[in-house]
Nanobody, 121 residues
Framework: QVQLVESGGGLVQPGGSLRLSCDAS????????MAWYRQAPGSERELVAA???????NYADSVKCRFTISRDNAENRVYLQMNNLKFEDTAVYYC???????????????WGQGTQVTVSS
């Protein structure tokens, strides 16, 4: 069962903006970290941005000052606002949730199916 659903990807020109959304309402464990990863063709999947349960955030150096991760607790969604997009931001973007069962010590690491972001002129 898919527990994370991404949306908001698409085609954008260099310098443009997109906002990705991740619906995490189906998550049924205690989430410690919500994150966005991306994978470009021929490359490894890499961390883009992460938000801890405490609110602390961290970003890949390549996206600092351009991307912002945020969470809407009421709607159980996580967003990635991407500004000043560059050609090298082209990738499939994945939402990720890491945490632990409410009932035992089981650890979880859930992935969405990904959404394509293409930066092209």
């Amino acid at each position: 069962q898919v527990q994370l659903v991404e949306s908001g990807g698409g085609l954008v020109q260099p310098g443009g903006s997109l906002r990705l959304s991740c619906d995490a309402s189906r998550i049924r464990f205690n989430v410690n970290v919500m994150a966005w990863y991306r994978q470009a063709p021929g490359s490894e999947r890499e961390l883009v941005a992460a938000r801890m349960a405490s609110g602390t955030t961290n970003y890949a150096d390549s996206v600092k000052c351009r991307f912002t991760i945020s969470r809407d607790n009421a709607e159980n969604r996580v967003y990635l606002q991407m500004n000043n997009l560059k050609f090298e931001d082209t990738a499939v973007y994945y939402c990720n949730a890491q945490g632990r069962s409410y009932y035992d010590t089981t650890q979880y690491n859930q992935w969405g199916q990904g959404t394509q972001v293409t930066v092209s002129s």
